[in-house]
């Protein structure tokens, strides 16, 4: 945080995290508070909104789903090409994949199910 807060931008900063425990302990939320930096926690059990999360389950269906690799080198050398190609052949895939386009839901109704 001491770097983004550095950079000066003049607006409003505000960190989107995924509600780990250790992300709102009192250091992280005392340090973010005395550099005027807003924290944003994505709702629990919603890997959808997680973009790390979605660019995982992209790698996966690229490099593990039927796909067996004789050692490990070779495995890390699939993942490796995978994450290294995203701005070329996987660029299509990764623009609809993570976007910040996200579906909501205006005056929700729950019941029970």
Not at 36 to 41: R, V, Y
Not at 58 to 81: M, N, P, R, W
Request: net charge positive; charged share 15%; with cysteine.
């Amino acid at each position: 945080m001491p770097k983004l807060a550095a950079l000066n931008l003049g607006v409003p900063i505000t960190l989107v995290l995924d509600n780990a425990r250790y992300q709102k302990c009192a250091l992280v939320t005392t340090t973010a508070a005395n550099r005027h930096i807003a924290l944003g926690f994505l709702p629990a059990y919603s890997p959808n909104l997680n973009l790390i999360e979605r660019l995982w389950k992209f790698v996966k269906q690229q490099c593990l789903y039927s796909k067996y690799y004789a050692d490990f080198a070779t495995f890390k050398g699939a993942i490796e090409t995978c994450l290294s190609e995203t701005h070329t052949p996987h660029k299509s895939a990764f623009d609809s994949l993570l976007t910040l386009r996200l579906q909501t839901f205006k005056k929700a109704q729950l019941g029970p199910v």
